[in-house]
């Protein structure tokens, strides 16, 4: 496949409205995931919402790699999995994502550090790509303890 009929194949699935497309031939394996150009407005992220006495440099967002129905806590607990301030490691679950009524992804942080704020509401239908938690990556010997602390914009 050369690149001019991928843009061709491209075009058709944005006309079509079709959000995925998977192929798989022999030697070839292809996967287009189309998102979501415009966020709805609760999920936009601007630099001046970002909490100014945290150097922006030491702050990764843990985004959505999936459209679902957002969950801060497990359906049988009533306690959110983290809370701003909570330390984590690599790979901790910081929330779900429900897929199906019976199918949940984990969300899991993608670096150490200390959750800053959760973006997204809880029960809100999330897109692939939006952003979900704010995490403070200084190492540990460098961070103080954020929860209860209130940010100054």
Known sequence: MKLPDLNILV???KDADIH???LEERGLSLRIAMQQQLEPEGHRINASSLPTNLPKHRLRLVVADTKGIFLTAHPLEAAPLVTSGDAVAV???LGLLKITDV???AVRANRQGRVV???AGDGQLIEAGTPLFE???RKSSDLTSLRNKTWKK
């Open 11 to 13: 075009q058709w699935l």
């Open 20 to 22: 995925t497309f998977e």
């Open 91 to 93: 790979g901790k679950v």
């Open 103 to 105: 199918v949940y992804k």
């Open 117 to 119: 704020r959760t973006l």
């Open 135 to 137: 995490l403070d990556i």
